[in-house]
């Protein structure tokens, strides 16, 4: 049996506050594979990102277990909580989230520093290189594209060398060119490194290129979609 990276169990989250208060997930089951790639789907306000945070640690639920990576991590405290996802989850967002007073090299660099890695800068270029940014180590967010700067997100969330890979609608905020290019890069570094990868989009031809697709609609799964020639496709 394919052991799971990451298995949520009756998982149930709300948001807001009194009256305000939204049930935005209901109950969700979900496992997903070691090295499988799974696509989120569903209309806006489905709970897509919400899931896809809670897999990520960045949420917790109040009902429902989440085991990431052999870790139940829904009772973790906040310091255990952060250093677990420094070191096995990376997430891209939509938005690229760099900090504009550093270089493409520092904020990958940074990160990996405060997490205790000597070689945080050396590391770093690598991921870089490998993303192909070798020429803008010393450029700062302004000075750089907005495909280069998810590409730079991109090498941030890979330098820790995660088992567990999320996207958030990586290519959103880009052209379509550029889009596509940033989703080949995701799926070709995916495949490199043997890593999970769950990704939240409205793109159909996205979720085709996943071993999976999920759909989301209010709050739960209805639909879970195996797709045979993913793997040739991606």
Known sequence: MVQAAISLDGVHVSLGRAAARVHILKGIDLAVAKGEAVGL?????????????????????????????????DGLD????????????????Q??????????LE?????????????????AAAELRGVGLGERLGHYPSQLSGGEQQRVALARAL???????????????????????IMDLIFATRRERGATLVLVT??????????????????????????????AAA
């Not at 330098?159 to 290019?181: F, H, K, M």
């Open 41 to 73: 789907t569903g209309p806006s306000g489905s709970g897509k990102s919400t899931l896809l945070s809670v897999l990520a640690g960045l949420e917790r639920p109040e009902r429902g277990s989440v085991t990431v990576d052999g870790t139940r991590i």
């Open 78 to 93: 906040e310091d255990r909580l952060a250093r677990f996802r420094g070191r096995h989850i990376g997430i891209v967002f």
């Open 95 to 104: 938005s690229f989230h760099l900090i504009p007073t550093m270089t493409a």
């Open 107 to 123: 904020n990958v660099a940074v990160p990996l520093e405060l997490a205790g890695r000597a070689d945080a800068f050396a590391r």
């Open 159 to 181: 330098a820790p060398d995660p088992a567990i890979l999320v996207a958030d609608e990586p290519t959103g905020n880009l052209d379509e060119s550029t889009g596509q290019a």
């Open 202 to 231: 409205h793109d159909a031809g996205l979720a085709a290129r996943c071993d999976r697709t999920v759909r989301i609609r209010s709050g739960t799964v209805e639909s879970d979609t195996a797709r045979a020639s993913a793997g």
